[in-house]
């Protein structure tokens, strides 16, 4: 009768197979765990990431509008400071007033199906404390600013863009930079550029100057005249 070889694993080999799977799974589950760590994963802690950071943009571009941008706030990352600077502000008041009172509503409601019966109360909160109060509060601040000022920020950027956005049919005359008057009529037909395009203006009707700029006789044969900013001295917008 033949007997076959029978191997057995050794002891020892067998512990350390099985601790080494183990160590492998941990290994595998830690991670799947830090590969999502990075992100927000649950609705509180995107709701929270949320409150934190849009209350101090939405004061931030309140402030913008109503006060215009300050020297030091032509770098985004100043600007970035000043709301996140804002945010923790508000969000301080909020803690203060709101607090308690916010943990005892949502303290057992975590998950999506335990907001949902305070979803119309989650959506006002949010509403009030990420809009509405961020807005009032730049706008007082920039009234308080604006008393103790002489003049008031207006959102037209040049004074080119002021003159042309209301400016009614009229008579136009320019003295460019070597001395010489022209000019036309600025009606229906006439165009001004704006801001950020260069200060350029369209004349429908060219009118011949003297040397002093009174208008003589308008210029026949000619559909109008194209003026740059570059190259006048003088603007001067006559009333009818």
């Known amino acids: 009768m033949r007997h076959g070889h029978h191997f057995r694993t050794p002891r020892h080999c067998r512990i350390r197979t099985r ?32 409150v934190v950071v849009l209350p101090g943009v939405t004061y931030q571009l309140i402030r913008e509008r ?25 969000n301080s ?29 989650t959506g006002f909160l949010c509403l009030l404390l990420i809009f509405v109060i961020p807005a009032i509060a730049a706008w007082v601040v920039s009234f308080v600013e604006q008393r103790s000022l002489r003049g008031s920020y207006v959102g037209t950027p040049t004074a080119w863009d002021h003159i042309f956005r209301d400016c009614p049919p009229s008579f136009i005359r320019a003295r460019l930079k070597d001395g010489v008057w022209v000019g036309g009529w600025y009606g229906d037909q006439s165009f001004a550029t704006s801001y950020p395009h260069p200060p350029e203006i369209f004349l429908e009707l060219e009118w011949r100057l003297d040397a ?26 006559l009333e009818n």
């Open 93 to 121: 008041i909020y803690a203060v007033t709101l607090g308690p009172w916010l943990v005892h509503s949502y303290e057992t409601n975590t998950s999506v199906s335990g907001l949902v019966p305070h979803l119309r109360l």
């Open 212 to 237: 002093d700029g009174r208008f003589l006789e308008k210029v026949e044969k000619t559909q109008g005249i194209h003026l740059r900013r570059d190259d006048i001295d003088i603007l001067e917008i």
């Open 66 to 90: 109503q006060r215009g941008p300050s020297p030091g706030e032509r770098d985004l990352s100043e600007r970035v400071l000043r709301a996140l600077a804002a945010s923790v502000a508000l």
């Open 19 to 50: 601790a080494h799977l183990k160590g492998s799974s941990v290994l595998g589950s830690e991670r799947r765990s830090t590969s999502v760590g990075g992100a927000p994963s649950t609705v509180a802690q995107l709701a929270l990431l949320v």
